[in-house]
């Protein structure tokens, strides 16, 4: 069965790039990973979706090596306003789960 | 762009209450979704929709029920409340099959005494 697992918490300083990690060991070749981002008091939103490779887009950067066991969401340049919680999902169509992450507190201090 | 309305954003019921969590979005999208949200345990599904009349359950669905009578409309039942289902309830909608790409409503807080 497909499962994910991101650190609990990050702390980071403004300017910074910060790298957040999701290890997704198991995941069907035709499965995506797709990250959330959550503020308090406010439902998760999107940020950004891939497959395979490198994904970019004006928020952030997704990084999926060859063997998909894992993925890297890049936030360049970050400032105290990127303070949230940060959710990866994988769809296992395979398993017909929806499996998000428990999320990674980032803290981005000044 | 698509919004997710919750009809309520903070809610306080009694221990055996039966309570109603509603959930309309706008973007005529096929799939819903409701999930708690706990510290430590993220965001767990309890149900989802794929079609009007149609639920599937999830990971958590004991002591919850669902209805879509509606396309537009989700309601998440809780037969009779508990003081372990205190949490943070959040609806989403995806278009169909990109399950993957879902737009959340803004949650439901409700204590549960």
């Known amino acids: 069965l497909a499962k994910t697992t991101q650190p609990i918490s990050m702390d980071s300083y403004e300017g910074q790039e910060v790298n957040i990690t999701c290890s997704h060991n198991?995941?069907?070749?035709?499965?995506?990973i797709t990250w959330y981002q959550q503020f308090p008091s406010q439902g998760p939103r999107f940020i950004i979706q891939?497959?395979?490779t490198k994904v970019t887009n004006e928020v952030a950067s997704l990084f999926i090596p060859a063997d998909r066991k894992s993925s890297t969401l890049s936030l360049p340049r970050v400032s105290l306003s990127d303070t949230a919680v940060y959710y990866c999902?994988?769809?296992?169509?395979?398993?017909?789960?929806?499996?998000f992450g428990k999320g990674t507190r980032l803290h981005i201090l000044p | 762009d698509v919004k997710v309305t919750q009809s309520s954003r903070y809610l306080v019921k009694r221990t055996g209450e039966k309570v109603f969590l509603e959930c309309v979005q706008d973007?005529?999208?096929?799939?819903m979704f409701w999930y708690r949200q706990d510290p430590g345990l993220g965001l767990r599904l309890i149900y989802f929709?794929?079609?009007?009349?149609?639920?599937e359950k999830g990971d958590i669905p004991e002591g919850y029920s669902v209805s879509r009578e509606k396309k537009e409309r989700f309601s998440l039942i809780l037969e009779s409340a508990s003081t372990n289902q205190t949490s943070m309830y959040l609806c989403?909608?995806?278009?169909?099959?990109?399950?993957?790409?879902?737009?959340f409503g803004p949650g439901t807080r409700l204590l549960v005494l």
């Open positions: 989403a909608s995806s278009l169909s099959p990109k399950r993957e790409t879902q737009y």
């Open positions: 198991n995941i069907a070749t035709n499965d995506y």
């Open positions: 891939g497959y395979k």
């Open positions: 929709s794929y079609d009007v009349k149609m639920k």
């Open positions: 999902l994988v769809v296992s169509n395979r398993d017909d789960k929806i499996i």
């Open positions: 973007m005529d999208h096929e799939n």
